[in-house]
């Protein structure tokens, strides 16, 4: 899952949070995260925080956004494995910075996961590119559902007009391993 736009609201285009008097929770997301959690998902965020590379944000202060936002979360009893960032700025080229999969690919590895049964939900169309790069499902949430140039798998307004849809496509991802599992 993605964090700005998705998570939490974004910053304006060109400015980043950088306290934690200034992240503000989405509260539909929190209510689907929940809905998703009691059906045992749990999640790890993927972000570019390219703020760390331009000197707008201190790295001790992202540390303490994440620590508070991963203690709210738990509260809720929604479960955030790990965060991934790019530092990177956004003009680098890095593998690590989406659109790029290259922090797809260290979650995967570290969790052991499969990343054509993951989704990823993010709020941008390099979330999207980067999840296809990386061989995940994407969805696209937010103001840019109704850009037809971004490709998603599904696309949504809000998260919550997708927990449904989620818990029915991971319901199936069960069924056919227990499936080869059984044969």
């Not at 559902?145 to 989620?166: G, P, Q, R």
Request: hydrophobic share 35%; charged share 35%.
């Amino acid at each position: 899952i993605d964090r700005d736009g998705v998570i939490n609201r974004k910053a304006n285009k060109g400015k980043y949070i950088t306290s934690w008097d200034e992240f503000i929770f989405i509260k539909d997301t929190i209510r689907a995260l929940k809905k998703l959690s009691k059906s045992g998902f749990k999640f790890i965020i993927i972000s570019n925080q390219a703020g760390i590379a331009t000197g707008d944000l201190k790295i001790h202060d992202l540390e303490n956004i994440h620590e508070k936002m991963i203690n709210f979360l738990k509260k809720k009893n929604i479960e955030i494995l790990d965060i991934f960032i790019s530092y990177d700025h956004w003009q680098s080229n890095s593998f690590r910075r989406k659109p790029n999969p290259g922090m797809f690919f260290e979650a995967s590895e570290k969790y052991n996961f499969r990343l054509d049964k993951t989704f990823y939900i993010g709020d941008d169309p390099r979330d999207c590119l980067a999840a296809e790069r990386a061989g995940c499902g994407r969805i696209l949430i937010g103001e840019n559902v109704h850009d037809n140039e971004i490709e998603a798998d599904y696309k949504a307004m809000k998260l919550s007009e997708l927990t449904d849809c989620l818990l029915s496509k991971f319901k199936e991802y069960e069924v056919q391993i227990l499936k080869k599992f059984l044969k």
